[in-house]
């Protein structure tokens, strides 16, 4: 568990990258949205709503995967086993993912006390992932990083064990697959029985709870690939 | 026991044969050069004992079990390559902090004496280092992390002469108190040859020699003189290469040198010197093609 956490800090060491950024990037997002929000005199009732947030979250994957083909050549040289390195690689991803959720959910109360900043804005309490349960609230928040981040992970797993092809040849592979699907649903006119089955599940299910299946899945299959990876 | 243990070792990749049949023993304790040209499976070699590639045929041990994704044997080794990339965020204080941790011997006195040494700024992000300072980080950690096995791939490229001086010293001085076992990888094989104590020589992925370095020495001999007496001479040995010049020839042989053949040879007029441990790799390399 020790050698776990020692790997962990080369995930976490130049802070720069892992923190500076995303959350930087963030503030950003949300100064230019309070500047144009303010300057906007009255914005029609619903309008005050910003995808900025999802900054944040595709820096976060973004740097997620870079975790991977970067840090990972480096702790192979330094004697730290694929296994190890992924465990580290997972700790690392979960504690953030729980951590960022804390801050979001904070961010979100204050948002609220404010009233939006002073001016009805809507960055942090965006509407259907704003829920009425605190803890509910933080999950909603940090499941999409898991999401994100442990399929960037494994696509980067992908790319540093089967090179660029093996990157492109999967990425046809999905085309192929998906396309063919979609055309045997259109085919057999599916897409009503789908649209049907989604806006059954319950708000929870699709902001969590599937979220994190996915997740678990491609982090099980990033752990199986890197095992016979070779930087 | 031993250190490293080959038996048949084999790797392919593909249609090439990086390492064909290899067999030896690394023991504890002693300096390794790890020789051969470009290509002949140093690396290869190398990273198969630190587990950083598979899929081999034969055996392969490490302090008695297999490398790959072996924590406990793998902290007993440290890798040091010239190819070592690292994160484009990291700071050179940032790499050797990580290291402590990991190198369970590691001596971080000693470690910052070396960075005094090498002039290596803390705070400069490792990226923006010259290939110089990027050869003294990986040396720094090979020697301050003080593994019971440590390797160095070409760790002396980048350095001037002074620095690799440095190195060799505080290697020689170091090794001295902590004795370990050490596995030096380079073309330049005579700065290192004092070093030595046992050579492995590697040719197109089979292992061509396996001896101490003293014996090789002796082992390996130039004869010149005149071309009818050193014929007669090289005819008891294993010619290695032969060179005519008019009425005088050189040969480079290979055999056992006692004293009886060396009054043997002085008696025919012929002038025996030893090669150096750099003409000796040479000739032993490139025998095949001289005699094809």
């Not at chain 1, 086993?81 to 960022?100: D, I, S």
């Not at chain 2, 044969?17 to 304790?29: E, M, P, Y």
């Not at chain 2, 992390?145 to 060799?168: H, I, K, M, N, S």
């Not at chain 2, 290697?171 to 290192?192: F, G, K, M, Q, W």
Request: glycine share 10%; net charge neutral.
């Amino acid at each position: 568990m020790t050698r776990i956490l020692d790997v962990a800090r080369m995930h976490t060491i130049a802070r720069v990258g892992q923190l500076d950024w995303p959350w930087g990037i963030m503030a950003i997002s949300l100064g230019v949205n309070l500047l144009i929000f303010a300057s906007v005199d009255e914005a029609a009732p619903g309008k005050n709503t910003t995808g900025g947030l999802l900054s944040l979250y595709i820096v976060c994957a973004i740097i997620a995967a870079a975790s991977i083909s970067q840090v990972f050549p480096f702790a192979l040289g330094m004697g730290v086993t694929r296994r190890t390195f992924y465990l580290a690689t997972v700790l690392v991803n979960v504690v953030q993912a729980v951590v960022y959720g804390v801050l979001l959910y904070l961010l979100n109360l204050i948002e609220g006390a404010t009233g939006g900043f002073g001016i009805e804005l809507r960055f942090f309490r965006i509407p259907y992932i704003d829920v009425d349960n605190g803890l509910l609230q933080i999950a909603v928040y940090a499941v999409p990083f898991l999401f994100l981040n442990f399929l960037s992970v494994f696509v980067s797993v992908w790319y540093v064990r089967f090179g660029m092809n093996g990157l492109l040849g999967a990425g046809a592979a999905l085309i192929l697959v998906t396309g063919l699907l979609v055309a045997l649903i259109t085919w057999q006119g599916w897409f009503g029985a789908i649209w049907q089955w989604l806006s059954s599940q319950h708000q929870i299910s699709l902001l969590v709870g599937w979220p994190a299946l996915v997740a678990a899945a491609a982090a099980l299959g990033g752990m199986a690939a890197i095992r016979r990876a070779n930087a | 026991m031993s250190v490293v243990a080959a038996a048949g070792l084999t790797k392919r990749f593909g249609e090439v044969t990086a390492l064909d049949d290899v067999t030896f023993t690394l023991t504890g304790n002693k300096i390794y050069g790890l020789l051969g040209r470009n290509g002949a499976g140093k690396t290869t070699l190398m990273q198969l004992i630190t587990g950083q590639n598979n899929g081999i045929s034969g055996d392969l041990t490490l302090f008695g079990e297999r490398p790959y994704e072996n924590e406990r044997a793998l902290s007993r080794v440290v890798f040091i390559k010239e190819s070592q990339t690292y994160p484009t965020t990291y700071q050179v204080r940032h790499v050797l902090s990580l290291a402590r941790r990991l190198f369970p011997n590691w001596d971080e006195d000693f470690a910052q004496s070396l960075v005094d040494d090498f002039d290596l700024p803390r705070k400069r992000n490792v990226r923006k280092l010259s290939r110089g300072m990027l050869s003294a980080l990986g040396v720094t950690i090979g020697l301050a992390a003080r593994a019971p096995l440590t390797f160095f791939d070409e760790p002396y490229l980048g350095p001037d002469a002074v620095a690799r001086q440095l190195f060799y010293d505080r290697l020689l001085a170091d090794y001295a108190e902590n004795p370990r076992t050490v596995v030096l990888s380079t073309h330049l094989i005579d700065e290192v040859a004092d070093l030595i104590e046992h050579v492995l020589l590697l040719d197109r992925g089979k292992l061509l020699l396996d001896a101490p370095s003293d014996e090789l020495r002796g082992e390996v001999m130039e004869a010149s003189g005149p071309a009818g007496a050193v014929d007669e001479f090289a005819a008891a040995h294993r010619v290695l290469h032969r060179g005519q010049l008019g009425g005088a020839v050189r040969a480079s042989l290979r055999g056992s040198f006692d004293n009886a053949e060396r009054m043997r040879a002085r008696k025919l007029g012929i002038d025996l010197a030893p090669l150096s441990l750099q003409q000796a790799v040479v000739r032993l390399t490139t025998e095949r093609t001289n005699t094809r």
